[in-house]
């Protein structure tokens, strides 16, 4: 019988962490041969709301679900996690300035490091969702020296899975029918989202979208402002952020890193760049990854054209910029 495995999320409260906790429950993210235990953790404001996720988590009678935990203190949420889903932070509202919101999540995501290397368990896996991701994964992993680095990654799976589904409407075809596409560098509008590498399942074999979209403005345009363009549009439709997407994307990450990649499939992850496609080492970057027994690795020897390095490189500048603004924080 396989032990529970204990997954902290933070910001629990939040419309995220409502849509993400149901979700591990019914094993969505692990499997459903895999018990959990829910280690729940919010902001002393967000208490009491926070319990009321606990009391319908209860309510739910999920065969999986051992154990909850909802807490707003940050040493209790951590204590042996063997997987951190970091959703809880300050988000930015219309006249606040990323400046703001930037200095706030820095310091947060230091202090939850902290704590997180103390209290977790051994080889705990991490995965930063909250804005500004890529950066709040890069000062988690500095303040958190002892947790290896290739165990802090953040969330762009979400930018993939819609890339996947922006191909398939075009071609009329099943989102699962589509693979192989790759969102690079940061999750913000600078993210470079390419679809050169990516192929489709038909009838007559594997043919590369390239080929089955002939033109090159739509693929250059459209298809990446599509991409860029889709959380906004979720706001205006929603009139809130989008959330339940958000939530499976950060169970398929997670799905994914901990069980496997299809065999000839990759998928996006921002990880700790160690140089590949040239991309400056030192940043949280996003790349093409395949992962096996629990570890990722990039994807190596695709052929880069040309728009795709400009766009790669504007969103490593990008991220310069910010690592160097949330530095300047820390100071
Ligand atoms: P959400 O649950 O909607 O979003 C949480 C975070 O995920 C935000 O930073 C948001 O960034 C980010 N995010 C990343 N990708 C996406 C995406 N594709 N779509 C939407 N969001 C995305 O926010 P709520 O305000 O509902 O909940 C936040 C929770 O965090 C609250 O319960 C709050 O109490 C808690 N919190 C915890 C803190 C802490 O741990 N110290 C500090 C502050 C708040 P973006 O802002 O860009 O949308």
Redesign the pocket.
């Known amino acids: 019988k396989k032990q529970p495995v204990k997954i902290m999320v933070?910001?629990?409260?939040?419309?995220?962490?409502y849509a993400l906790v149901p979700m591990i429950a019914r094993g969505v993210m692990l499997g459903s041969d895999q018990p959990v235990i829910l280690h729940l953790?919010?902001?002393p404001?967000?208490a009491e709301?926070l319990n009321g996720v606990k009391m319908e988590l209860i309510d739910a009678a999920f065969p999986l679900l051992k154990g909850v935990v909802a807490t707003t203190n940050v040493e209790e949420a951590c204590g042996g996690v063997n997987i951190a889903i970091m959703?809880?932070?300050?988000?930015?509202k219309e006249g606040t300035e990323r400046k703001d919101?930037m200095s706030?999540n820095v310091s947060?995501y230091k202090a939850?490091a902290s704590a997180l290397e103390q209290y977790a368990a051994a080889n705990c896996k991490v995965l930063v969702?909250?804005?500004p991701?890529n950066t709040n994964a890069l000062i988690l992993k500095e303040f958190a020296p002892s947790i290896p680095a290739k165990n802090i990654t953040c969330?762009t799976r979400?930018d993939h899975n819609r890339a996947l589904g922006g191909i398939a409407q075009r071609l009329n075809i099943h989102v699962s029918d589509v693979k192989n596409v790759i969102i690079w560098g940061n999750?913000s509008s600078t993210q470079y989202p390419d679809a050169s590498h990516a192929t489709v399942i038909t009838q007559a074999g594997e043919k590369s979208v390239k080929e089955l979209i002939a033109d090159d403005k739509w693929l250059h345009d459209e298809f990446i402002s599509f991409v860029q363009q889709r959380?906004a549009a979720i706001i205006k439709a929603r009139k809130?952020?989008?959330?339940l997407?958000?939530a499976s994307?950060a169970c398929d990450h997670i799905h994914d890193w901990v069980l496997g990649t299809p065999k000839g499939t990759w998928t996006s992850m921002g990880v700790y760049s160690d140089g590949s496609y040239g991309v400056p080492p030192g940043l949280i970057y996003s790349f093409p990854v395949t992962c096996n027994k629990g570890e990722w690795s990039i994807v190596q020897g695709l052929r880069i054209d040309e728009p795709s390095r400009a766009g790669m490189d504007a969103t490593a500048k990008e991220l310069i910029e910010e690592k160097t603004l949330a530095y300047s924080f820390l100071d």
């Open positions: 933070t910001g629990a409260a939040g419309q995220i962490g953790l919010d902001i404001p967000a709301a959703v809880g932070g300050f988000r930015r919101v706030k947060i939850q969702v909250a804005n991701a969330l979400l999750h959380g809130l952020s989008s959330a997407s958000a994307a």
